[in-house]
């Protein structure tokens, strides 16, 4: 499963889909107005020790160092982790590009970290709770980690909408195998699910239930706004209507007491 991901992530950055770009000149004039839209971090990041997990590709990792931070970036792909080091090569930014899985992060030390930042990526592994005892663990106490995911209820749903309208509720909730791959191969499918990819439901009680578990305290938690009032039927911003295709939560690592794990 995770040679699949690699192997997925490796042919998306030879096909310079949109999520393997780099940071732009416009992005990086201004980049937190571009990491932290919300105001999560305060303004101002700099000297903070980020670790941008499951975050190659070179935008995350340019973004945090050009706000003024020290970034750490942990991938499972090494062609993500190679746009990493050209834009860091190419901008003279320092940063620290490690190939590994957000499940175990033995290269990493215990509270090395201010700031996990963790895009879209969650659905890569069958059990989370091992990467949120991993945050956990490299974060310090009072420490940030800002995490994107899937909402569940997007993977369970149809790609394509119904004659009369609406999505389909097509895959079961409770569930240890991985996601089928959608039928469709419309563009939505393109930004809904990567092809080739193993994909995993997680239940909100895994996500939200889960980050608590670890030890933090979720501080707030967005659904960004995809969806367009006139978009075309069938279009992502159309399914975005109906599906909120993903969550945005901020979570405060607690005090120094022993974080609790459960499988
Ligand atoms: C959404 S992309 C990352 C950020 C992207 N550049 C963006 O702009 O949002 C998801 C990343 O997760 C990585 N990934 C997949 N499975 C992983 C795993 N088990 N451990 C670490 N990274 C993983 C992929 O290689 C990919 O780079």
Request: with cysteine; glycine share 8%.
């Amino acid at each position: 499963m995770l040679e699949a991901n690699r192997r997925a992530w490796d042919r998306m950055v030879e096909q310079r889909r949109p999520l393997c770009q780099p940071a732009s000149d416009a992005e990086l004039a201004d980049p937190l107005a571009h990491v932290d839209p919300l105001g999560w971090l305060g303004g101002n990041i700099r000297n903070w020790r980020v670790l941008c997990l499951a975050a190659g590709g070179g935008r995350h990792s340019a973004l945090y160092a050009t706000a003024g931070a020290a970034v750490t970036v942990v991938d499972l792909s090494p062609a993500m982790l190679e746009l990493d080091r050209a834009v860091a090569q190419e901008r003279s930014l320092s940063i620290r590009a490690i190939r590994g899985t957000m499940d175990d992060l033995p290269m990493l030390r215990d509270g090395e970290f201010d700031l996990v930042i963790h895009p879209v990526s969650t659905c890569y592994v069958r059990r989370v709770a091992p990467v949120f005892a991993e945050v956990a663990r490299v974060l310090r106490p009072g420490g940030l980690y800002v995490s994107q995911h899937k909402q569940p209820v997007s993977l369970q749903a149809s790609i394509d909408p119904q004659p009369t309208g609406g999505y389909q509720l097509r895959h079961t909730y409770y569930r240890e195998a991985p996601v089928p791959p959608p039928t469709e191969s419309c563009s939505s499918a393109a930004r809904l699910r990567e092809s080739g990819a193993t994909e995993f439901l997680h239940r909100w009680e895994q996500i939200i239930g889960g980050i608590c578990r670890a030890g933090f305290v979720i501080e707030d938690l967005v659904e960004p706004v995809h969806a367009k009032e006139d978009a075309e039927h069938g279009s992502f911003a159309d399914r975005a209507r109906y599906i909120a295709p993903y969550v945005r939560i901020k979570a405060r690592r607690r005090g120094s007491g022993p974080a609790l794990w459960l499988p």
